[in-house]
């Protein structure tokens, strides 16, 4: 166990290293000279010469490179380029971060609250209806794009719906259920998060739920769930103390996969509803040519992404006993 | 002797009446109908992506500006776009550019994945370190966002040397984006697919077979391709079967994001793109124009997922309650 704590603590920084040398080639040198990209092709050579020294892209790629690293780690992550000409792509990036991070911990609050429940539910009943039906819609949830979501339930959900039957002359007008977020953004307690943040967390939830009842049905069948029962535990005990609490390990490996997931709900979501977070800032960038925001959204995400699937392996441990003798 | 005969004719009568595996397996996923609709959506999506020119009315980028944003009609029956497109042919075409994806990085998924799973499974040691190590960095993105930085990055570099090697008119065919596409759906794709070769070759290469066949001197790729490969087919076409949808859906996403095929080349999500912001302005009048096509990709999405799902219980029969 400790050697394998070790290898993965000695591998981290390999890891780190080659991420953002990856990200550093593609994002300054993947579309071409950089400063044609900065200035176009027709300026004159005073003005490239200028910008070469000014970004220091007259230094050969591996100097620019720590450069780069060494900058970056006090917080500048270089400037930028067309749109957000000259301001510090380091401040525009902490400006919006908190806002995608906002949605996405009350994406995972709300998927929890509901996937958890449902999915030890179907895993009590299994084979029933319920179970099923669980079973199929959880699947679908999963596979269903967020693509489609975004126009299908803004149009349940944010629209008022006249339901006219001229023969029973009979009228009803439904919704809007719940308000557009367009405009201005008013923080994460306003009423005009629940859409966006529901459209997240049904990932979340369908994941939970398939995943709780998997586990609980792995559990159920193990010889200490069969040892508590025999010594006559009230079935509510064997399910909450033993089975459950098992069952509930494997959900640790969420917390990694939620980065994955925060990246393409983050990038869809954010644009079509307005809101002014991060993923908005990334798309932004990646069609408008500003590759140092690229860049420095790239590197944040896939650090943190190294590190919280680093400390899923390191809790796996903590959480279940078993592992830590193998 | 008589034991033996009875045994012998039992075996016999056993061989005629018992179906060959993979009819054994069509039989299960027929009866899953979840896992038959996904199939035969399948089917149709393939099909309708090769005849797209004999199904499609007219033409995907012919405009008719007195038809402007029309609603489902008889002659539209799809409603037509800003530029008086019709709906119904885009989505056609929409429907091989997205197959013409998923088969094309499929195959480069299945030339890298499977040599290189299969090598590191095999030999195991420092051939299967660096390939592990370079899977490891590949998954150290998360989601999809080493594609989608391949994709921004790498398509204005293309296109800038193509018109500076004179081929002026292939940059503005749009063919270079399906390129470019592939390309970043292909340089990740492969590591999943190569990790889940390597674990099914672990488990296979311990078979009394192969160790048999190692035994009297049978050459290595030899030993791979007849006796490892395969053993491990199934659980290999399963995961083949999942990935497909989700290339489809990686395609979808590049393209409404703007960083994948561009219009006027048709791709669901370019069209859906192309008319989210109208769709927003004058919400909900042209709802069709954005619902259809993610409806599409989500059906497409779904089956390869039912199917996928089908075809694992069905040659799993043992794994089936655990998803």
Known sequence: ?326 | MAPATTLDAQSQTIAVRSPSPWRRVAGRVARNIPGLVGFIVIIAFFATALAANFLAPYSYDKQDLNQIEKPPSIEHWMGTDSLGRDMLSRLIYGARSSAFVVILVTVVNLTLGIPFGALAGYFGGWVDNLIMRVTEILFAFPGLLLIFLIAATVRPAVLDWARANGLTELARSGYLDYAVVILALGTIGWAGLARFVRGQVLTVGQREYVMSAQATGVQTIRIIARHILPNALAPIIVSISAGMGFIALSEGYLSYLGIGLQPPNPSWGNIMADNAGRYWRTFPQFIWLVAIPGAILSAIVLAFAFFGDALNEALNPELADKF
Not at chain 1, 228 to 253: D, Q, W
Request: no cysteine; charged share 15%.
């Open chain 1, 1 to 326: 166990m400790a050697a394998f704590i070790i290898r993965r603590l000695v591998w981290m920084p390999v890891v780190l290293f080659f991420v953002s040398v990856i990200t550093f080639l593609l994002g300054v040198y993947g579309p071409g000279d950089p400063v044609t990209v900065m200035v176009g092709l027709k300026a004159n050579p005073e003005t490239i010469q200028r910008i070469k020294e000014q970004y220091g892209l007259d230094q050969p790629p591996y100097q620019q490179y720590l450069n780069y690293i060494a900058s970056a780690l006090q917080g500048n992550f270089g400037y930028g380029l067309v749109k957000y000409r000259d301001q510090p792509v380091g401040r525009i990036i902490a400006e919006r971060l908190p806002v995608t991070i906002q949605l996405n911990i009350a994406a995972l609050i709300v998927g929890s609250v509901i996937g958890i429940p449902l999915g030890i539910l179907a895993g009590l009943t299994r084979n029933s209806w319920f179970d099923y039906i669980m079973r199929f819609v959880s699947l679908a949830a999963i596979s269903i794009p967020i693509l489609f979501l975004l126009p299908f339930l803004t149009f349940i959900f944010s629209r008022r719906h006249d339901l006219v039957l001229n023969a029973l002359n009979f009228q009803i007008t439904l919704g809007p259920i719940l308000p557009m977020v367009s405009g201005r953004w008013d923080g994460i307690f306003s009423a005009k998060v629940i859409l966006p943040v529901f459209i997240m967390s049904l990932g979340y939830i369908a994941g939970l739920a398939r995943l709780m009842r998997a586990g609980l049905i792995d559990t159920l069948g193990q010889d200490y769930v069969r040892t508590a029962r025999a010594k006559g535990l009230r079935e509510r005990v064997v399910i909450v103390r033993h089975a459950m609490r098992n069952a509930l390990i494997p959900i640790a490996t969420v917390l990694g996969m939620s980065l994955g997931g925060l990246v393409e709900g983050s990038f869809l979501i954010e644009p079509w509803f307005g809101i002014p977070g991060i993923g908005q800032l990334a798309v932004d960038a990646l069609v408008s040519r500003e590759y140092y925001i690229v860049v420095a959204f790239t590197l944040i995400v896939a650090v943190a992404f190294v590190f919280a699937n680093m400390f899923v392996d390191l809790l796996y441990p903590i959480l279940d006993p078993r592992i830590r003798k193998s």
